[in-house]
Structures are given as structure tokens and as C-alpha cells.
């Protein structure tokens, strides 16, 4: 069964913290990975990886892949309370049909 | 602006009472689709379109129509609503149908069905 998972569920930290959102995944003919920060609207698109290896960076975020080991994980560093939200991981992949499937998301809160 | 736009926003109805969310991009995109967000499930895809006349189901299709004429819009139709449709429901599209670049989401349709 193609699925995403996703951990932790949820993550309480304070500005200033370092945290790690962890996306592991099993689908057949990978095309590639998303992040994307959810808050109280619209999923808004963060990273798209598909080599492993290679990190994404933007600001304070950054991400990598790791195709052999079927994860990658998303870093934030130096939090702010801005960075609360929910974030969600993705996989591309064609199986027959040519779909995205979605993990439930870790949900981080940020305490001023 | 690109965008993804649905309407409308919010959406109260009846059990039965056909409805229609209609989904518009202005990014030439050639993949849209449908998914339904529900506390503890995630974002479950329910229709998508490669491309213009070519739709396909998702992983929770029942209960749905689509269509695509038009390669801008993707209407998602529910001809006889009934309450296990309340859910907040997104439009989607990415550039291309190979699923090699990012989608794009619209800001959502909030349906109740009472």
C-alpha cells in the first residue's frame, strides 16, 4: 500500500529552538517529494526534492531526501512564533495512475 | 496574479441537494485535482485531470464528478450531498501532468451538509 507517514504528530517548542520533521514514505515510481506549511488557509508550497542528497534551502528552512532510505526530513532553525503551523509532506508518484498522496501533517507550535 | 481559485468559500446545504465548487487557474497548468482535508486523515486526493477530457479517480472518488473541458477549469460536482461530504475540500494544479513540479492550492471551500 502506498502511504506517507509522518512524525512527530505534533512538537511544542520555544523561538530560538532547532526542530526536525521527519517524512518517511513507500510508493511505487517516485517522481518526487513536497513540503508545504499549512496555517489556517491554503497548503502553500515549501521545497520539492527529487535527488537524494542535495539539500533545499530557504532562510531559516532547509530539507533533504534520501531516495535509498525512503525519508527526508525538514529543519527549521532559530523558530519563531510566525513558524507555527502545520506542515505537510507529499509524494508524486505514477502507479498505473499519476497521483500526489499526502501525510496528516505535524503540527508545530511555537511559544513565545 | 497566478492562481488557484475556488468558489465559494463557504457552502451550507441539505442532504441531496446537488451543488457544484467550481476550481479556475490562470498558470496554463496542464494537472488539476481534487482533495478533501478531514481532521486525522490528511489531504485525500479525490479526482484528478492530466489534461483537458482526461480525468481519473483519486483514493476517495465515491459521491464525486468532475469534468474538464476547459483546460482552466476543474468543477467538482456533488449530485446528491449527504453529510459524510462535510469536510474542506481544495483545488490544486501543477504545471505539468508528470507530476515534476509542485502543486499549487486554492484557498479552500468549507461544505457543510446537514
Known amino acids: 500500500e502506498d502511504k506517507v507517514v509522518q512524525s512527530p504528530l505534533s512538537l511544542v517548542v520555544h523561538e530560538g529552538d532547532t526542530v526536525t520533521l521527519n517524512c518517511s514514505y513507500e510508493v511505487t515510481n517516485f517522481r518526487s517529494l513536497l513540503w508545504y506549511k499549512q496555517e489556517k488557509k491554503a497548503p502553500t508550497f515549501l521545497f520539492m526534492l527529487?535527488?537524494?542528497?542535495i539539500e533545499k534551502k530557504s532562510g531559516r528552512l532547509s530539507s533533504i531526501l534520501d531516495k535509498k532510505e525512503l525519508f527526508s526530513i525538514l529543519n527549521i532553525t532559530a523558530t519563531q512564533t510566525g513558524d507555527s503551523a502545520i506542515y505537510l509532506c507529499?509524494?508524486?508518484?505514477?502507479?498505473?495512475?499519476?497521483?500526489?498522496?499526502f501525510g496528516t501533517g505535524t503540527r508545530l507550535k511555537v511559544l513565545a | 496574479e497566478a492562481q488557484v481559485t475556488q468558489n465559494p468559500r463557504y457552502l451550507i446545504t441539505v442532504t441531496g441537494k446537488k451543488l457544484t465548487v467550481t476550481c479556475s487557474q490562470n498558470?496554463?497548468?496542464?494537472?488539476m485535482s481534487w482533495y478533501r482535508q478531514d481532521p486525522g486523515l490528511g489531504l485525500r486526493q479525490i479526482y484528478y485531470s492530466m489534461n483537458v477530457e482526461v480525468t481519473d479517480k483519486g483514493d476517495v472518488p465515491e459521491g464525486y464528478k468532475v469534468s474538464r473541458k476547459e483546460k482552466r477549469n476543474f468543477p467538482l460536482i456533488l449530485e446528491s450531498p449527504s453529510p459524510n461530504q462535510t469536510s474542506l475540500y481544495f483545488c490544486?494544479?501543477?504545471?505539468?501532468?508528470?507530476?515534476?513540479?509542485?502543486?499549487?492550492f486554492g484557498n479552500g471551500t468549507r461544505l457543510t451538509v446537514t
Open positions: 490544486a494544479s501543477s504545471l505539468d501532468g508528470r507530476l515534476y513540479s509542485p502543486l499549487h
Open positions: 498558470m496554463n497548468h496542464e494537472y
Open positions: 527529487t535527488s537524494s542528497g
Open positions: 507529499a509524494v508524486a508518484y505514477t502507479s498505473g495512475t499519476y497521483k500526489y498522496i
